[in-house]
């Protein structure tokens, strides 16, 4: 080896321990970092749909979207959007609907439609029964570790299920009876939250915050407006 290439390896050398002097090990090496498995934690930027006392129309939430300070008023869960009136409708109530019938969502359809209700004013037919809707009915509905479930409208299937949580009144969440969680303000950014049900939690300034509920679901008005991104 000559003398020349003997300087080019000192140089060479002498540069490369430059730069691993100014760049760190974690600038050089990526990590994986921990899947989200947050389950407060389900939409855009880490966003929960929440309620907000005064914010959006009646049964109406606000949804994040896709940009940091983006949110959006819509349906809350179990809710179908009524253009005529531009209003949201609890499903399997009279809602718009004509005397003696009810508004649903059909198992594989995607609109809402209105249907003969065989029940009495106020009841709705499950398990070939007439029922109220969010009471246990008499044992329609079993009692699970001392909870007794009640019929409902489950918000993925959108259609009568037992569950063991009801409608929150929106116009009165603070009169809720809840049961005190453990803080974890830190891991869900959301302080002072309380439990309402399985879906639903609340923090000190009565905002409700909707665990399950996604934007642009079937009923929706972003949904029923062609609006959603395909």
Request: charged share 20%; glycine share 6%.
């Amino acid at each position: 080896m000559d003398r020349s290439q003997q300087l080019l390896f000192v140089v060479l050398g002498t540069v490369l321990l430059f730069i691993g002097q100014v760049i760190s090990e974690d600038a050089l090496f990526g990590y994986k970092e921990d899947p989200e498995d947050n389950p407060y934690r389900l939409n855009a930027n880490n966003r929960t749909p929440v309620y907000i006392p005064g914010r959006c129309g009646f049964n109406e939430i606000l949804y994040p979207g896709d940009q940091a300070d983006d949110w959006v008023c819509d349906c809350r869960p179990a809710h179908v959007y009524h253009p005529a009136s531009g209003g949201c409708y609890a499903l399997f109530t009279q809602a718009y609907c004509a005397a003696g019938e009810f508004v649903e969502i059909p198992p594989g359809d995607k609109l809402p439609r209105c249907t003969k209700n065989p029940c009495p004013e106020k009841q709705v037919q499950f398990r070939e029964k007439c029922v109220t809707l969010n009471r246990n009915n008499e044992g329609t509905c079993p009692t699970v570790q001392h909870i007794r479930h009640v019929v409902g409208v489950n918000e993925t299937t959108l259609q009568l299920d037992c569950l063991s949580y009801g409608t929150i009144d929106l116009k009165r969440p603070q009169k809720q009876r809840v049961d005190v969680m453990e803080d974890h303000s830190d891991e869900m950014a959301m302080p002072n939250l309380t439990k309402i049900n399985d879906v639903v939690l609340a923090n000190m300034e009565g905002h409700l915050f909707f665990l399950t509920a996604t934007r642009c679901a079937i009923g929706s008005a972003a949904h029923m407006n062609g609006t959603c991104a395909n």
